[in-house]
């Protein structure tokens, strides 16, 4: 009987380890373009040529570059 309930703990922890990187990776992993990017450009940044578009929304993105920071802006078009 304890070989049983220690087979069926080995599986429930297996299940909330598959769970927890799971969501892991959807609230950290996962930011794509979501972290810098709105409808105002800050100051020092030029357009680009670049355009993207977000596979998941269909969404275009203008890519804004800062030539002193390296840093990319993405703005909604």
Do not use: C, S, W
Not at 37 to 48: D, L, P, S
Not at 53 to 60: A, L, M, N, R, S
């Amino acid at each position: 009987m304890t070989a049983i309930i220690v087979v069926v703990g080995i599986y429930i922890v297996q299940i909330i380890a598959v769970l927890a990187f799971i969501l892991l990776g959807y609230f950290i992993y996962d930011k794509r373009f979501r972290r810098n990017h709105g409808t105002k450009v800050t100051e020092g940044f030029e357009r680009t040529e670049e355009v993207n578009i977000d596979p998941v929304t269909g969404e275009k993105m203008r890519v804004y570059y800062n030539p002193k920071t390296g840093e990319r802006f993405y703005k909604k078009e």
